[in-house]
């Protein structure tokens, strides 16, 4: 979940590095670093904090210096400290190391490396790697990329890294395995990068290294790519489809606010060229390509973590509402540890933004290897899911920079939503009308959004009544309970106040406990079929003093004449009134952060994207 950039070219090296870190700092925030190699010399440049801490220790010297490597962490081993911090090096400093994953067998190669005379300054598995590389290097007086190959051949783990040798200032080596790594190639100058948002200033043309791939990048513009097993690589070069526009705040005070503004734009992105109104067809290119497995299976797997999950949730309901397909949604975390029954005909969806979810790709490796047929569907296009699935869908959200997910969980739903339209047409197990019917209602949903979106002062000046609440309950039923869960990741993610969603249902087992007049409770209360049983729910709730805030349809007339708070969303089919009733909850968990001086692009703890266990 760290971010990497190195840069070798002709150019001032650390105004690329310190920009394309700053792109990065979603991945991780707790300190950073940056090496520039002058002269036979390596500058560090490490701190604790945010990528900003590093320009208080600019040093003269490393001006117009045209190679270096920096990092952005977010801790796994060791806490986040100047020690601790990235690059790494060797311990006579001839080599230094940025690293983004987890190196599971390096108490092992710790050891080893103490009993040959090497001394520790961090806690950090990366410290061991750099050590390693060295001593492969000066005892077998190896050339800096063999000792890189043997030394990774002895790692277990997760890795992308990048290394410098201040002996060798016009090389530049890096190397992935389970956590991405992007070349960028320029006219005569390279960079190296856990995404593509640093390259977007300086190349569009890029290569997404493939895992046990290791790239050495020399001055004179050449490079090469070789396996683990040093077998040459023959990699087309890639266009890169990004703006730099979309990598911008465009006069929004966060990037959460700008990506919640974005979802009547981003969810007719999902849908554009797969949702064809005027021909009455729901028609998904990556599902065409293996209709007949789909329509023949005799159950989904869904696997996913966090915000994912709960997308995963509502497609559950989706598949077996519009389907009539046995659907199981799993933590991807969870699933990659058990002994799973994955029968022949049964079919795994694996469900990622960032496409490099460590959790999700394992699971999805574990059913690859059971012979199950993979389906993803993910945001970052060339992401590893994405390439190690049999057939999928890219949700075409563009960038996520805020760390907590709005706009790639409304385009996951509007992709799992197409999904069981098009399965359920083609099973015959929904009715011409009802299936045009949601069609319609699906073409309508970007601009439905936007009429929740004007309203938002409404939603905000709610927010200033429950700011300084300490818990709160989200509830809902049907399509809506994995709304609520949804909606309470939202504000215990960015705000800190600790809540928790539950099925309506399940309030008098347990959780009415905990109502009182300092408990706001967010309601859903859409549901068609089960307003009356909300409508139970609410004045429950009512007779025991808690704060209602209601979500309903335009025109209610019941729900909201006894509660304390309304949210009006306009009226919709069921099966999608989790893409409405999840932005009011998106924007009031934004503002009540806001109201309580959170941090909210960046939460205390988190990281975008989660590529270690």
């Known amino acids: 979940m760290c971010g990497i950039v190195a840069y070798l070219g002709d150019k001032e090296a650390y105004p690329i590095i310190y920009k394309g870190l700053k792109r990065l700092e979603y991945r991780g925030y707790d300190s950073a670093g940056i090496a520039i190699l002058v002269d036979d010399q390596i500058y560090s440049l490490k701190k604790k904090g945010r990528v900003e801490a590093i320009s208080k220790l600019y040093d003269k010297n490393i001006h117009n210096a045209t190679i270096g490597i920096g990092h952005t962490r977010w801790a796994t081993h060791g806490e986040p400290n100047d020690v601790n911090a990235h690059p790494q090096s060797s311990s006579n400093g001839d080599l230094v190391i940025v690293h983004n994953g987890i190196i599971e ?70 190397a992935r395995k389970a956590s991405p790594l992007v070349l960028g190639v320029g006219n005569n100058e390279f960079f190296l990068a856990s995404d593509a948002s640093p390259l977007i200033d300086h190349t569009k043309r890029v290569i997404y290294l493939e895992d046990e791939e290791m790239v050495i990048l020399r001055r004179n513009g050449s490079f090469e790519i070789r396996n683990l097993k ?65 329509l023949q299976a005799d159950r989904f797997i869904i696997l996913a973590c966090g915000t994912s999950w709960h997308a995963g949730l509502i497609a559950e309901y989706l598949f077996e509402d519009l389907g009539r397909i046995p659907t199981e949604v799993e933590y991807a975390s969870e699933f990659r540890y058990r002994n799973p029954v994955i029968k022949p005909n049964d079919v795994v969806i694996a469900i990622s933004q960032s496409g490099e979810t460590a959790d999700t790709l394992a699971a999805v490796e574990l059913a690859k290897r059971q012979g199950a047929f993979v389906y993803g569907i993910v945001n970052s296009v060339g992401s590893t899911i994405a390439r190690t699935t049999d057939s999928g869908s890219y949700i075409h959200a563009g960038p996520e920079i805020g760390v907590a997910s709005t706009k790639a969980f409304t385009g996951q739903v509007a992709i799992l939503t197409l999904m069981a339209l098009q399965l359920g047409h083609k099973k015959k197990t929904i009715d011409d009308q009802t299936y045009k019917k949601l069609l319609l209602g699906l073409h309508q949903i970007p601009d ?56 309506a249902a399940e309030m008098k087992h347990g959780p009415i406990a905990l109502i009182d007049e300092n408990m706001p409770v967010v309601i859903l209360a859409t549901n068609i079929e089960a307003y009356d049983k909300i409508y139970t729910n609410v004045q429950q709730i009512k007779a025991r003093k808690g704060i209602v805030i209601a979500i309903v349809k335009e025109g209610d007339s019941e729900i909201s004449q006894i509660a304390d708070y309304i949210i009006e969303i306009p009226k919709t089919e069921d099966p999608l009134t989790p893409l409405l009733a999840v932005i009011p909850l998106q924007l009031l968990s934004y503002y009540i952060a806001v109201m309580r001086g959170c941090d909210v692009d960046q939460p205390r703890n988190l990281a975008k994207s989660v590529t270690v266990e």
């Open 105 to 174: 067998n390096y108490r092992v190669l710790k050891e080893a490396l103490l009993h040959l005379g090497h001394t520790f300054e961090s806690e950090t598995d990366t410290e061991i790697l750099a050590h390693l590389i060295d001593e492969y290097k000066q005892r077998d007086n190896l050339s800096l990329a063999e000792a890189v190959r043997k030394a990774l051949n002895r790692i277990e783990g997760a890795y992308a890294i990048v290394v410098m040798d201040r002996h060798h200032p016009d090389i530049l080596i890096g």
């Open 230 to 294: 040093n077998v040459l690589q023959d990699r087309k070069i890639e266009e890169l489809d990004l703006e730099l526009a979309q990598l911008e705040k465009d006069g929004y005070e966060h990037f959460m606010l700008k990506e919640i503004h974005q979802q009547p734009r981003t969810v007719k992105d999902s849908l554009r060229g797969r949702l064809h109104v005027g021909k009455n067809l729901a028609s998904l290119g990556g599902l065409r390509n293996c209709l007949d497995r789909m």
């Open 448 to 503: 439905l959004i936007q009429k929740i979106l004007d309203k938002a002062d409404q939603i905000k000046y709610i927010a200033t009544e429950i700011q300084h609440a300490n818990n709160a309950l989200y509830l809902g039923r049907g399509y809506n309970f994995p709304v609520a869960l949804e909606g309470a990741l939202k504000l215990k993610e960015i705000s800190y106040i600790h809540a928790e969603g539950y099925p």
